[in-house]
T-cell receptor, first 112, second 113 residues
Framework: GENVEQHPSTLSVQEGDSAVIKCTYS??????FPWYKQELGKRPQLIID?????GEKKDQRIAVTLNKTAKHFSLHITETQPEDSAVYFC???????????FGTGTRLLVSP | GAGVSQTPSNKVTEKGKYVELRCDPI?????LYWYRQSLGQGPEFLIY????????DSGLPNDRFFAVRPEGSVSTLKIQRTERGDSAVYLC???FGPGGEQYFGPGTRLTVT
């Protein structure tokens, strides 16, 4: 089955810096890649997603890139703010975007 | 309601007991998912319903776990003979249809003592 690896496990940046989180997946049939943000004790919330027919997608300070050949995708956050501090999870899906396989998460800390 | 709701928010039970966890999806969402999240890990898929039927139950760890969705709305996850290893946050998500964006509930934190 699908396996998703995520790096780094923790990431500390200064406010205003950029942050990049990377994920690799194993199943070349995967075709949907969402990113979720989870604050402590809260539910995961979708922040951006990308489908396999697109190489890059941007939404304000957040962007996701996908390299299907290398089977990896990345989350880019620019001009980070303290409220961006949270755990970020990548995920991949092969079965018609239904069953999501998640990475192990990246704890992002943005210091003022 | 405006979002996915889950009850109870916390459940403490003794090893060997039976528990039921409830999920109320967003109104009109036909797809419903259960995940389990252990401390420091990402959510792990358990089961997916499309309407009343379980379309994919490949993530259920063993036959102590069972889920139903009799009317295609509310779902109940049932765990028999609970074990300490079942302790986790159980998350429910729903989407408008198969393949739609998944909206998560707040989860039920299950602690088996």
């Amino acid at each position: 089955g699908e396996n998703v690896e995520q790096h780094p496990s923790t990431l500390s940046v200064q406010e205003g810096d950029s942050a990049v989180i990377k994920c690799t997946y194993s199943d070349s049939a995967s075709n949907y890649f969402p990113w979720y943000k989870q604050e402590l004790g809260k539910r995961p919330q979708l922040i951006i997603d990308i489908r396999s027919n697109v190489g890059e997608k941007k939404d304000q300070r957040i962007a996701v890139t996908l390299n299907k050949t290398a089977k990896h995708f990345s989350l880019h956050i620019t001009e980070t703010q303290p409220e961006d501090s949270a755990v970020y999870f990548c995920a991949a899906s092969t079965s018609g975007f239904q069953k999501l396989v998640f990475g192990t998460g990246t704890r992002l800390l943005v210091s003022p | 309601g405006a979002g996915v709701s889950q009850t109870p928010s916390n459940k403490v039970t003794e090893k060997g007991k039976y528990v039921e966890l409830r999920c109320d999806p967003i109104s009109g969402h036909t797809a419903l998912y259960w995940y389990r999240q252990s401390l420091g890990q990402g959510p792990e898929f358990l089961i997916y319903f499309q309407g009343t039927g379980a379309a994919d139950d490949s993530g259920l760890p063993n036959d102590r776990f069972f889920a139903v969705r009799p009317e295609g709305s509310v779902s109940t996850l049932k765990i028999q003979r609970t074990e300490r290893g079942d302790s986790a946050v159980y998350l429910c998500a729903s989407s408008f249809g198969p393949g739609g964006e998944q909206y998560f509930g707040p989860g039920t934190r299950l602690t088996v003592t």
